[in-house]
């Protein structure tokens, strides 16, 4: 395996995906890809041709050999009616201000019978960035910009906070464009932390996972 092309959280995300989605998946579109690393991970992962869009073309030279990578506004995407069997975006409508219209987008390009995978960081989360590759005075002080954003009644992602969206805010976002909308969060995280899944069912019974997931994933379909 090429260890540039190698993230766990995107590789479990896959995982889901290839579970849940029955009917084959040829084309899949990636919104906000970054680097375009996660689209060329999503390539290998599912054996599809995988394009990555976003507003930056920073790409990575080796994702470029497996995945198509290029500029693109999530919010008025270049490309046909029904072209994708499947979109996937992975931490980027907290960065888009009418990421409303960029759902709408994702739905537009997709298949009669598509599929959609949309993760975002958890707006109600206590702490945050620890699975990430930053150092621990980044990640304290990141933190600590939250908490002062939640103090001050500002911890919203139109305030440029790096908020997020809770469970319900995301599923009712989701609700106005797409038909059916399932959340898998709990099977994410128990995927992620498959050595821990007693404690990871424990934190769900008590409802504490909707303060201690850093994140929220959703799956549905057109």
Known sequence: M??????RKIEVLAGLIRERVRAPIRRVLVVGCGSGKEAAILARELGADVC???LEDAFDSAARTV???RRGDATCLEFGDETFDFVFSFHVLEHIPDYTKALA????VLSKDGAYCVGTPNRLRLVAYLGTE????EKLAWNIADWKARLCGRFRNEFGA????SSGELKAALEKVFRLNEEITPSYYLSVYRNHAALVSLLGKLGLDRLLFPAV??????
Not at 162 to 165: Q, V
Not at 217 to 222: A, E, I, L, S, V
Request: proline letters at 0%; zero cysteines; charged letters at 30%.
């Open 162 to 165: 790096h908020a997020g969206f």
């Open 67 to 69: 995945a198509q990578l």
């Open 2 to 7: 090429n260890t540039e092309l190698h993230d």
């Open 134 to 137: 930053i150092t621990w005075r």
């Open 217 to 222: 994933y959703f799956m549905g379909r057109k």
């Open 105 to 108: 987008e994702m739905r537009r």
């Open 52 to 54: 990555g869009v976003d």
